[in-house]
């Protein structure tokens, strides 16, 4: 499974880069702040809103702490989807929230 840094994940914002960046975490978490323009799709729906996904496109998954997200990626690189976990996860990001 690959991997990025918050760090390298923030320099690709900075850039403008065009990501899609999942948030796995539940509701009350994601109340706190997320990742601009981050989707929000708790890990327990997941595998029911996987169609909303793009197997064209690469995906970002984040979570907490990034065990969850790895989980997710873990999940959605067997459907056949592209994705990387961020490591550290929200407890290591130290770029802007929403």
Request: one cysteine or more.
């Amino acid at each position: 499974m690959k991997e990025i840094s918050s760090k390298q994940l923030q320099k690709m914002i900075e850039d403008k880069q065009n990501l899609n960046i999942i948030d796995v975490r539940e509701v009350e978490e994601v109340a706190h702040g997320k990742i601009p323009k981050a989707i929000h799709i708790p890990l327990g729906l997941l595998e029911f809103r996987k169609h909303e996904l793009d197997k064209s496109k690469e995906y970002i998954i984040v979570c907490r702490s990034g065990g969850r997200s790895a989980r997710a990626a873990s999940f959605l690189e067997d459907q056949g989807f592209h994705v990387t976990n961020l490591i550290g996860g929200m407890l290591a990001w130290e770029g802007e929230t929403e």
